[in-house]
């Protein structure tokens, strides 16, 4: 086995692993902070895919981005973040029924036919330079405006504050 794949084959089992964590974990908070990794790890999955333009962006957006916005939600709507009545996770049966459509899904995909892919590569710098050229700037300002707003959440919610 080459080094790429077992790279490949590692970040699946995280994605898996920290899927599956976000599903089972009671805690809302812990529950986004597994979404997260597997949007990093998803992220790797792009890198080793050739396309390190989309592992930008899902590090970006939905590491980044997205993350930032659900704790954001979760801080000011809920008082006790870690308290029990912000409790989720799922039961056996919604469980049991995930690992049955896993178990359909993967003989279904062993009885396909198996298919040549080809891989076109694309110029990732010409792709990067159009988007991000005149607009740097402001991507890194917006992140500074979403770093503000995560920090307003925390004292929003902080304890004492009356």
Known sequence: MIVEELAFLALAAIAVGTALAALLVRELVHTILWVSVFFVSLSGLYFLLSAPFLGVLQ????AGAVT???L???MVTRKRIFAREAATGIGPFPLAL????IVV??????SLPQQETVVRAYD???LSTTLFNQDG???????FVMLSALSGAIYLVREGRE
């Open 68 to 70: 930032i916005l659900l």
């Open 59 to 62: 590090l970006g957006v939905y």
């Open 105 to 110: 899904l993967a003989v279904v995909a062993a």
């Open 137 to 143: 700037a402001w991507l890194v300002l917006l992140g």
């Open 98 to 101: 995930a690992l049955l459509a």
């Open 124 to 126: 990732v710098t010409l």
């Open 72 to 74: 954001f939600g979760v």
